[in-house]
């Protein structure tokens, strides 16, 4: 038996399915023979982070792509290239060393089978016996050496792969795994430039991913947005990425090389000149295929010079995109999701405000990442009278959508029936609650608004006070202490009468506006107060102007200290509904 070193267990868990695809990857890379003049020529492939006691570590990623004007490249899956004009298949290469052997042995003449360890001749005379070429005068390495470090690239490669994929299950939006995609990508190839397109249809038969994905997602690596719109202009089908997405038949669609955009005859006329607008001198295009959604897009990456990558980079980066597809699939179905629940809030929530004489009227709504039930309305009611609410439904989600939904058409019933005495509308509220929904609870505010004597009657359940500002006074109403809806077996709390001046503000809002803060409840108060306090005088003019300022104000965050400008103005990303209601009197 040879005496090979123990290798280290490697933990491959989220490539359990890859592995049966490194097997066809083999232990070895193949040698590029159709290199210009007829020599043979090793692609440079430096190779991954060895394991310890096998080889000594060399950083990665490589930069591995060999400079060889009209070189055609391995297919990922197969092993079979394409070329740049027809993609038909060929062989990719003959002989079985692996790159770093042929390295030791630059003529090429180590034999291209591993000796079988049963006729070691070694195991018989006790010499350190090795392999000579085909002249007997260069030595070679032993069997045990050259199946050590055989192995010990398949085990680097696949500790690249789950590094690789472990960022990029670590992402939680389209934009962030398309960047990880196309920097993984880069540095697999090594390319410099890249970019990526996702426009998602729906597989043969695959009813539950619905036919509406949303916009067509493009995306550059080093490129910027007037360079995309110039790639943009050459004609689809003249582009590898092009052909890619408008495939429909004919078997899953492969990667494609362009060893030399410029000096291929059979490139697109507009193809080679957009490509030498750019820079642009070889490109390597990577269809993006997920079992559950079919084509998803194409991948593109750039090289500066005439280059191809070679059978093992095109290899790994193939397996990479197989998983990297599934993971976009599986944020198109999310974002998917997200854009539904979306929609059918706008469509609970009034679609325009009221216009009422003596008062005006702006609405600002932040939806959580999980989707909330929080709500706001304003209803005119008789004799010029204005209704205005905001509340919160316990819980996320769809559930917590419709509770919400059926808890404001309730609330407009009772406006207009009692909605002079704000506590009978939070009770009758309160019954129907507790009748309908026993296992919600919610917190509600309602105003009786009369613009024209300046009177403002509310009564809230467990919820937030309002805020009154102008240029006089900046303060919240002193409501009482009350229990929100559905908590108490009677629900009951007295009501509250302000008189805002002419030119003030009040603001109704949820309790999404302080939480979401990530401060403590009164720093939270304190900061609010702040805020609508520092409105600039030319700005009370207009409602929407206080709500924003007050968003803007509250939310901003601390501009780093390093090169480029600090992050902009915005809620903490993993809090609640935010709901601002901002009426202006006078």
């Not at 007829?38 to 950083?59: E, R």
């Not at 129907?432 to 509600?444: D, V, W």
């Not at 929100?484 to 309790?511: F, I, K, Q, R």
Request: glycine share 12%.
């Amino acid at each position: 038996m040879l005496d090979i070193p123990l290798l280290l267990r490697v933990d491959v868990d989220p490539w359990v399915a890859a592995q049966n695809d490194m097997n066809d990857m083999g232990v070895c890379d193949a040698i590029e023979q159709n290199a210009p003049g007829g020599k043979p020529t090793a692609m440079s492939t430096p190779h991954l982070p060895k394991v310890a006691g096998i080889n000594s570590p060399v950083p990665y990623p490589p930069h591995n792509a060999t400079a060889l004007p009209g070189l055609p490249s391995a297919d990922p899956e197969t092993g079979t290239v394409a070329g740049p004009e027809t993609g038909t298949a060929g062989t990719a290469g003959t002989a079985t060393a692996s790159t770093s052997d042929t390295a030791a042995d630059p003529a090429g003449t180590r034999p291209s089978t591993t000796p079988d360890p049963r006729h070691d001749p070694s195991r018989a005379t006790g010499r350190d016996t090795t392999a000579r070429g085909a002249h007997g005068t260069a030595p070679g390495p032993t069997a045990g050496a050259l199946l050590q470090h055989r192995l010990a690239d398949r085990v680097s490669d696949l500790t690249a792969l789950h590094g690789l994929t472990g960022r990029l299950a670590g992402t939680d939006s389209l934009d962030t795994a398309l960047r990880e995609l196309l920097e993984a990508g880069a540095a697999l190839l090594g390319a410099r430039r890249g970019l990526v397109i996702l426009e998602p249809r729906p597989a043969a038969g695959a009813d539950r991913f619905a036919a509406d994905h949303g916009p067509a997602l493009t995306r550059g690596l080093g490129l910027t947005h007037a360079e995309l719109g110039q790639i943009e202009t050459v004609p689809r089908d003249a582009t590898a990425h092009g052909r890619i997405l408008e495939h429909r038949a004919g078997g899953p669609p492969r990667a494609v090389a362009h060893p030399d955009l410029l000096g291929d005859p059979s490139v697109d006329p507009r193809h080679r000149e957009v490509a030498g607008r750019l820079g642009c001198a070889a490109g390597y295009t990577q269809p993006l295929i997920a079992e559950t959604a079919g084509v998803l897009g194409a991948a593109v990456w750039l090289y500066d010079e005439p280059t191809a990558p070679g059978p093992r980079p095109c290899r790994l980066t193939g397996l990479y995109a197989r998983y990297a597809a599934e993971h976009l699939a599986r944020l198109l179905e999310l974002e998917h999701a997200r854009r539904t629940v979306a929609t059918v809030t706008e469509e609970l929530l009034p679609g325009r405000l009221p216009r009422v004489p003596g008062v005006r009227l702006a609405a600002r709504r932040l939806p959580g990442p999980r989707g909330g039930g929080d709500w706001y309305d304003a209803l005119p009611l008789p004799e010029g009278a204005l209704g205005l609410s905001v509340g919160s439904v316990s819980g996320s989600g769809p559930g917590a959508l419709a509770a919400m939904g059926r808890l404001r058409a309730s609330l407009r019933a009772y406006a207009v029936m009692e909605g002079e005495d704000p506590v009978a509308v939070l009770s009758d509220l309160e019954l129907l609650l507790r009748l309908t929904e026993p296992a919600r609870t919610a917190t509600a505010l309602f105003a009786y608004a009369e613009p024209s004597a300046g009177r403002v009657v509310l009564a809230g359940a467990g919820h937030t006070p309002p805020l009154v500002t102008g240029e006089r006074r900046t303060e919240f109403v002193e409501t009482s202490l009350s229990a929100p809806l559905g908590m108490l077996a009677c629900w009951e709390a007295p009501s509250v009468e302000l008189s805002p001046e002419p030119g003030e503000t009040v603001l109704l809002y949820t309790d999404g506006l302080l939480r979401r803060t990530g401060d403590p409840v009164d720093r939270a108060f304190a900061r609010l107060r702040s805020a609508a306090a520092s409105v600039p005088r030319a700005a009370r003019e207009d409602p929407g102007a206080v709500a924003d300022h007050v968003l803007n104000t509250l939310f901003r965050q601390e501009p780093d200290t390093g090169p480029g400008p600090g992050p902009g103005p915005g809620p903490r990303p993993d809090g609640e509904d935010i709901v601002l209601l901002a009426a202006r009197f006078g």
